[in-house]
């Protein structure tokens, strides 16, 4: 496969800003066919100077940076080469917060914020991009296998709290960035639905633990990642976090202040079975990965039922099937949600 990379002078590269499916072919401020820093499969990929030969073009920067900056057009410009050429462009939207931003038939964006129910086809979910915490922290390919207890164990380690000051901060957070939106352009319609996570996890976290039939292992954090100071404390809180996901059967998912959960994917590469609690998210690849296989998806309208929800099916799985569904999400995150797999596959998600 061929890719074209577009070389405006306008754009400023920023490799920490990349595309991140592009960072195994920028190196010292160039794009390069081999880097050998990077171990993803690459073969059979490189990049071409001339459109005319490419199968696919990729927009380096996320589109946020061309709209920021005032660069629509450029977007624009790579449309009418993917069309010219009779290609598919590729871009990536980034940030929390899901802004919609204008849409171009010859080209596609992947993103993790946003709400599934107002975005086009044309926007196509993306998995977090993790290292492989397995090998980091236990340093092991093995994945180590609970069994199946009576009553099924119940994860979360994170930001959780009924402070008012956090509830405030939150709140006002999503004040400023509709805010700021009204004046970009007051008809707008993506305005961010106001969403306090640290009081909505809490208050879910509480219902789970009233429930007597349920085991939890909840850490409760007032701050993001505990609001770690140096990198002891970055190295212990991570450790923290992903021993408690590794002594849950089940680990609680939702939604920070984008819409969007990083926890799934942690969950699924440490091999448990993500609760995920659906709040019109967009879930990647979802015509490649059949995800009723992999998770416990809740719809938000279904919170209040959540702890039944969890029995029913810890009830009606088998032991040996329970063992399965561990091995198998662990499969799923090596062998799909990663880069590697999407730039080897981009061409699936052609228009």
Known sequence: ??????????????????????????????????????????NGINIVTDLKKSD??????????????????????YNEYCEKFKITGFGIISGDF???????????????????????LKNQGFPASLSDQYKKIYETDEILIREKSLAPRIGFCGHATSNKFVYIKQ????????????FQNPFRKDYEPLFQSGLKRFNILKNIENNKNLHTNFIYREKYRAGFKNLDEKKRTTIEYYDNILSSDYIICIRGTGNFSIRLYETLMMGRIPIFIDTDCLLPFTDK?????????????DINNLPQIILNFHNNISDSNFKKQQKKNRELWLEKLNPSWLLQNILHFRN
Do not use: A, C, T
């Open 289 to 301: 990965i059949n995800w009723e296989k992999h998770i416990i998806q809740i719809n938000w309208s």
């Open 56 to 77: 696919v073009l990729f927009i380096p920067m996320p589109i946020n940076y061309y709209h920021e900056n005032k660069m629509i057009y450029l977007i624009k410009k």
């Open 171 to 182: 709140s006002f957070n999503f004040f400023f960035e509709n805010i700021k939106r009204f």
């Open 98 to 120: 899901g802004m919609e931003f204008p849409e171009f038939n010859d080209i596609v964006y992947f993103r993790m914020s946003g709400f599934r129910s107002s975005l086009s």
């Open 1 to 42: 496969m061929n890719i074209f990379i577009p070389q405006d002078k306008e754009v400023i590269l920023n490799k920490k800003s990349l595309f991140v499916i592009l960072k195994p072919f920028f190196q010292n401020g160039k794009w390069v066919n081999n880097n050998s820093y990077y171990s993803w499969d690459l």
